[in-house]
């Protein structure tokens, strides 16, 4: 392998002068160097081969010995020094200091094609910021992060991509309830991949510290190497803190879009660039219900709830924006962005709704119809994913009775969990929204056939369903990986029909509604 190493981070900020792998407060520095841990036997699951085109690794040396080797910690790559990127951030609406890169180790970045790429190892042992925690992570949630980030990157929704996924052939110690059952599980590695793994946290620890220099430092580090049109100065910073409003902003709405639930939205796990980071407790809506949340973490208060997150976003950007306020000294221009961006939030989710049901004209109602529909959506269990891509079915010339006949849901009949509900004031609801649905649709000049083609490009078919990742993880679990394969396959063209993964078109079995790591997951990981 003879990748073009070209260290930018390593390079143009300030290291932890202290090498030895300690944990402890680092203060004035953006990472400390570390080595990561070797493995008793490390062995490749599964590679993204597109990944391994972007940092110009062939087909060929992903088979390498070499690869697995650097790719599990166990070999260091020539001319990297590999280290762990020192942050702070908000955890559940509470300061919680210095968190940093407790088990994430960044192999060094890699030009390819003019693009920018850092190479981060994801449980490849202890690091200075692991805190009370051992650096490591297991094979079932590694799984999940593995096949979830490359879902979304193939979804269309802005994310860190993932280049490989190992098992170390060690065993880690993981009470996975939080009930004092600990047990051994296997040990696994991810390999992450993004322009940068900067987070919220990342400028927030700086502030929090009184440490002006090298917050100045680290912003102008991040506009000269992502947000280029941002001079160096007081408007540039105001412009930063913009232009990463909208990224967040429109990364929420794409989450929305899919049903993704990010499950632990702290500021440590809010990327500068606008990339879904760190694939925790999340989950995807099955039922359309606002109030969900996979994380038993937050089941209490529902924080990171479904419909909470574009809430949650402008509450993490006011954070951001408390951080980088030492280097603008003018709250009004930050504020100003941040108010704009409930009316921008409102303004493309309606556009987004809009797309999910096939709208192009402009209608006054439209507001009334999706809130609307929501509603219904919510009356009797109705899978999102289903319903969306079922819609694009229904003709515009679709009768709707006034009897209590179901026929004029049958094109999304297999969305309901309950069919059996669909009667009294639930099927009056239904059949109202129906009707005015098909008259709405009647006001756009495109043919069924072709909203149906551009609907099936918004709508996607196959999403990591929670008990998909979970069937995947039992296999693996037993040393058969071909699920993991086989789900990686058809998420990579998550629009198209692909029959012969009709069975992951389905609603959720029964048997997963309560079965932990379904709909239920911790943050142990
Ligand atoms: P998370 O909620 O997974 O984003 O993690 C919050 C913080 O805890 C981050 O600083 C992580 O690096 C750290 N952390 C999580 N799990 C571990 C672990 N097993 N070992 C060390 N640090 C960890
Ligand atoms: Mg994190």
Redesign the pocket.
């Known amino acids: 392998m003879n990748l073009n190493i070209n260290d930018t981070f390593l390079k143009e900020l300030p290291s932890d002068p202290i090498n030895e792998n300690s944990r402890r407060q680092v203060l004035r520095a953006c990472y400390s160097y570390v080595s990561p841990r070797k493995t008793k036997a490390p062995q490749l699951i599964h590679v993204a081969k597109s990944v391994a085109n972007l940092l110009g690794i062939s087909e060929e040396e992903t088979q390498s010995q070499e690869f697995l080797k650097v790719f599990t910690g166990n070999q260091v790559l020539p001319n990297t020094t590999p280290y762990a990127m020192c942050y702070g951030g908000h955890q559940f609406g509470h300061w919680a200091g210095q968190?940093g890169d407790g088990r994430a180790i960044n192999l060094g970045e890699v030009l390819h094609n003019n693009k920018q790429w850092a190479i981060q190892l994801k449980g490849a042992g202890e690091t200075p910021y692991s805190r009370t925690a051992d650096g490591l992570a297991v094979l079932r949630s590694s799984i999940r992060e593995y096949l979830c980030s490359e879902a979304m990157h193939y979804l269309g929704v802005p994310t860190t991509r993932a280049l490989s996924l190992s098992l170390s052939g060690d065993e880690v110690m993981r009470d996975m309830l939080y009930d004092g059952n600990a047990a051994y599980e296997k040990g696994a590695i991810v390999c992450r991949v993004a322009p940068s793994f900067l987070r919220f946290g990342s400028f927030e620890i700086f502030s929090a510290r009184q440490d002006p220099k090298t917050l100045k430092t680290l912003v102008d580090y991040t506009l000269r190497n992502f947000y280029p049109n941002c001079e160096l100065n007081k408007q540039g910073y105001i412009q930063f803190f913009r232009e990463v409003s909208t990224r967040t902003l429109d990364m929420i709405i794409e989450w929305q879009r899919v049903g993704f639930v990010h499950g632990?939205m702290?500021t440590?796990?809010m990327s500068i660039l606008g990339l879904t980071i760190?694939y925790?407790p999340y989950g995807w809506l099955e039922g359309y219900d606002k109030r969900w949340t996979p994380n038993t973490t937050d089941t209490e208060h529902k924080r990171y709830q479904f419909g909470n997150q574009s809430n949650i976003g402008l509450w993490n950007l006011l954070k951001l924006a408390n951080a980088l306020y030492p280097l603008i000294e003018e709250a009004e221009p930050l504020e100003e962005i941040l108010a704009n961006y409930k009316t921008t939030f409102a303004a493309k989710y309606l556009g987004m709704m809009k797309a999910k049901l096939g709208l192009t004209t402009q209608n006054t109602d439209d507001i009334k119809l999706i809130t609307d529909l929501e509603t219904v959506l919510a009356k009797t269990e109705t899978d999102m994913t289903i319903f969306f891509r079922n819609l694009a079915k229904v003709s515009k010339t679709l009768e709707v009775p006034v009897k209590d006949e179901l026929s004029f849901l049958s094109e999304v009949m297999d969305a309901f969990y309950k069919p059996e509900e669909l009667k009294g004031e639930v099927l009056f609801f239904w059949k109202d929204w129906m009707k005015r649905y098909v008259a709405r649709l009647q006001e756009e000049t495109a043919t069924d056939e072709v909203r149906k083609q551009v609907m099936d490009t918004i709508n996607p078919k196959y999403v990591l369903r929670n008990y998909m990742a979970q069937i995947a993880i039992d296999a693996a679990d037993k040393y058969d990986y071909s699920v993991v394969g086989e789900l990686f396959t058809v998420l990579e063209k998550p629009y198209n029909e692909q029959p012969e993964a009709q069975k992951w078109f389905a609603k959720r079995p029964e048997w997963a509604r309560t079965k932990v790591g379904c709909s239920m997951l911790s943050c142990s990981s």
Do not use: A, P, R, Y
Request: aromatic letters at 0%; zero cysteines; glycine letters at 14%.
């Open positions: 968190l632990v702290n440590d796990n760190d925790g």
